[in-house]
């Protein structure tokens, strides 16, 4: 009798177990490929992603319509994406990599620029509007919806008018490259606790820090 109860408890923990490595993440970091575009402020998606890259020891290989890059933390599989379809066609690489890896859009995350948030906050959403955003409006367009997460990093809006281009396309300044390195740990923790635990506790520990 006792090991027919400890069957049915070793059942229920690898049940419990291969439901919980299931849950399968596409992170995709939005920016431009090429040297000219690497330390602009609307490349902060790649920023990011190569910065998890970096601590985790991972590396990217290029694939269709993108660099791709797959890795485990805490028993969670991740893939990380950056297309090199150009921003503002990024919708297409994001669908094919969602259909390609069989990833739920739920399980979807990705990360971007804010001129609306001041530089160094994250701001982490299951939905929301483009926000005039030509990267997340070609997202939206191709998956037909605009209910998926987001992650915001804001870069500020400290430019002068008529000059929103040349500061979201500009580099960083030297105070925020100073900056950045915390940052940067910061946003790889957040996208690590979107892949390992609810949505919801991401939001709480990482929105407006």
Same mark, same amino acid.
């Given at each position: 009798?006792?090991?027919?109860?400890?069957?049915?408890?070793?059942?229920?923990?690898?049940?419990?177990?291969?439901?919980?490595?299931?849950?399968?993440?596409?992170?995709? #970091?939005?920016?431009n /490929?090429?040297?000219?575009?690497?330390?602009?402020?609307?490349?902060?998606?790649?920023?990011?992603?190569?910065?998890? %890259?970096?601590?985790?020891?991972?590396?990217?290989?290029?694939d269709?319509?993108?660099?791709?890059?797959?890795?485990?933390?805490? &028993?969670?599989?991740?893939?990380?994406?950056?297309?090199?379809?150009?921003?503002?066609?990024?919708?297409?690489?994001?669908?094919?990599?969602? !259909?390609?890896?069989?990833?739920?859009?739920?399980?979807?995350?990705?990360?971007?620029?804010?001129?609306?948030? !001041?530089? &160094?906050?994250?701001?982490?959403?299951?939905?929301?509007s483009? #926000?005039?955003?030509?990267?997340?409006?070609?997202?939206?367009?191709?998956?037909?919806?605009?209910?998926?997460?987001?992650?915001r990093?804001?870069?500020?809006?400290?430019?002068?008018?008529? +000059?929103?281009?040349?500061?979201?396309?500009?580099?960083?300044? /030297?105070?925020?490259?100073?900056?950045?390195?915390?940052?940067?740990?910061? %946003?790889? +923790?957040?996208?690590?606790?979107?892949?390992?635990?609810?949505? %919801?506790?991401?939001?709480? %520990?990482?929105?407006?820090?």
């Amino acid at each position: 009798m006792l090991a027919f109860f400890g069957r049915i408890l070793n059942n229920k923990k690898t049940k419990k177990k291969s439901v919980k490595e299931m849950k399968k993440s596409l992170i995709v #970091g939005l920016g431009n /490929p090429g040297i000219k575009y690497a330390n602009t402020r609307h490349n902060i998606g790649f920023k990011i992603l190569d910065h998890l %890259a970096e601590q985790e020891n991972l590396s990217f290989t290029t694939d269709k319509l993108g660099d791709i890059c797959t890795y485990k933390y805490k &028993g969670r599989p991740f893939v990380l994406l950056k297309p090199n379809t150009y921003m503002n066609l990024s919708g297409k690489a994001v669908r094919y990599w969602l !259909e390609k890896e069989k990833i739920d859009i739920d399980n979807l995350l990705v990360v971007t620029d804010d001129l609306n948030l !001041e530089f &160094g906050t994250i701001r982490i959403k299951s939905k929301g509007s483009d #926000g005039g955003h030509n990267g997340l409006k070609d997202i939206q367009d191709k998956l037909n919806t605009s209910k998926y997460n987001r992650f915001r990093f804001g870069i500020s809006d400290s430019f002068s008018k008529g +000059k929103q281009v040349d500061y979201v396309l500009g580099e960083w300044s /030297p105070h925020e490259e100073k900056l950045l390195p915390e940052r940067l740990d910061q %946003a790889v +923790k957040a996208i690590q606790s979107f892949g390992t635990t609810t949505l %919801a506790n991401t939001m709480n %520990a990482f929105n407006n820090k």
